[in-house]
């Protein structure tokens, strides 16, 4: 079992040349099409705003995203372990 705090620490940790965008295909209405899909670390990423992009800029715009709000929730547990102390 994965344990996603974990893998929200990497991915908070993540530097600019650990995102990425490769093109990703999918069957969509019996045909098939083709964009791009965020990663960190090689492993696609998803968000509020999909997982499946037209453009390379908006798939590491997103995989940037997933990064900012694993970052936020690493402080709000940091911040919340602090008040604890």
């Known amino acids: 079992m994965i344990d996603l ?12 040349d650990d995102i990425d965008a490769e093109r ?3 069957v969509r209405n019996r045909a098939l099409w083709r964009g ?11 968000t509020e705003a ?3 992009f037209c453009t390379r ?3 590491l715009a997103n ?3 997933m990064r900012e709000q694993c970052r936020e ?3 709000a547990r940091n911040a919340g372990g602090a008040q604890h102390a």
């Open 57 to 59: 800029h908006d798939a």
């Open 5 to 16: 705090t974990d893998k929200v620490a990497a991915y908070a940790n993540a530097l600019d």
């Open 50 to 52: 999909g997982y499946a």
């Open 24 to 26: 990703f295909e999918q």
């Open 73 to 75: 929730i690493v402080r």
């Open 36 to 46: 791009w899909i965020g990663t960190i670390y090689g492993a696609g990423v998803g």
């Open 63 to 65: 995989a940037k995203l």
